[in-house]
């Protein structure tokens, strides 16, 4: 997914590009905004996090785009691509580093597993948008 912040700041095609630079295929994309009952779906397993609700606010700001991908190896090259989620630590050249503004507004997020990713993009997508 990109986020509001990046959006925002006009990085969709740049980071597409490193995405697919990387060798990711496009399987499905759109270009949407969460509600705030979507936010909290998709977060829910940060509800008892003190940065939920500001999470879910920022989620909420502005469109996205959320995707999904593939490739061998998906998840684990998304999230070396991508950097850590400081991106004041993430590795020169990742998606963080390049794009984020701060911690919070990050300008990507990636699944943590095979299985979340499968859960992620059920979420964001009916099996008619995947190609």
């Given at each position: 997914m990109i986020k509001?912040?990046?959006?925002?700041?006009?990085h969709i095609g740049?980071?597409?590009?490193?995405?697919?630079?990387?060798?990711?295929?496009i399987a499905a994309m759109k270009y949407t905004?969460?509600?705030?009952?979507?936010?909290q779906e998709f977060y829910a397993i940060h509800k008892e996090r003190p940065f939920y609700g500001e999470l879910v606010a920022f989620m909420t700001s502005g469109p996205i785009v959320s995707a999904?991908?593939?490739?061998?190896?998906?998840?684990?090259?998304?999230?070396?691509?991508?950097?850590?989620t400081n991106p004041e630590e993430a590795a020169e050249g990742?998606?963080?580093r390049l794009f984020a503004t701060d911690i919070t507004e990050n300008a990507v997020h990636g699944s943590d597993s095979d299985e979340n990713a499968a859960i992620e993009g059920a979420f964001h997508f009916s099996g008619r948008e995947i190609y």
């Amino acid at each position: 997914m990109i986020k509001p912040d990046a959006v925002r700041n006009g990085h969709i095609g740049a980071i597409l590009e490193k995405i697919t630079s990387a060798g990711f295929k496009i399987a499905a994309m759109k270009y949407t905004q969460l509600s705030k009952r979507d936010a909290q779906e998709f977060y829910a397993i940060h509800k008892e996090r003190p940065f939920y609700g500001e999470l879910v606010a920022f989620m909420t700001s502005g469109p996205i785009v959320s995707a999904i991908l593939e490739k061998e190896n998906a998840v684990e090259d998304f999230r070396a691509l991508i950097g850590a989620t400081n991106p004041e630590e993430a590795a020169e050249g990742t998606i963080r580093r390049l794009f984020a503004t701060d911690i919070t507004e990050n300008a990507v997020h990636g699944s943590d597993s095979d299985e979340n990713a499968a859960i992620e993009g059920a979420f964001h997508f009916s099996g008619r948008e995947i190609y």
